[in-house]
């Protein structure tokens, strides 16, 4: 597990997706600190992680990663974390679209084409 704090390059992010997935990378988006914290078998570990480092826990949402898709397709909102009854989010995704909005801006900036 590791979180983002400069920029991780598309290539890193296969090699990671390769080692555990296949195709695919976990990732937490703390979209008030524009970090992202990836690689690790459960949203849950990468939210512990981030917690760990000063988030909270509003500001923290569960997407998945496909390092070898692009556009819309390289981001899917969709995780346990993400069910937040109490901030409007009754669903594994991220309803609220300037959320997603951010969390696609955030990501764009961490991980380099």
């Known amino acids: ?5 400069d920029a991780l390059k ?3 992010l296969q090699e990671l997706a390769a080692g555990r997935f296949g195709d695919m990378v976990k990732a937490v988006v703390d979209v008030e ?4 914290a990836i690689d690790a078998e459960l949203h849950s570990d990468l939210e512990a992680l981030l917690l760990e480092d000063g988030s ?6 569960g997407i998945n990663l496909y390092p070898e898709l692009a556009g ?3 981001i899917e909102f969709d995780s ?3 069910m937040k009854p109490s901030q409007g989010n009754r669903s594994r995704g991220v309803e609220d679209e300037a959320v997603r909005a951010h969390i696609t801006e955030i990501v764009a900036k961490r ?3």
């Open 1 to 5: 597990m590791l979180i983002v704090r």
């Open 10 to 12: 598309r290539e890193k």
């Open 33 to 36: 600190r524009g970090l992202v």
């Open 56 to 61: 909270q826990q509003r500001d923290l949402w």
């Open 72 to 74: 819309a397709e390289f």
């Open 80 to 82: 346990m974390i993400n």
């Open 111 to 113: 991980i380099a084409p």
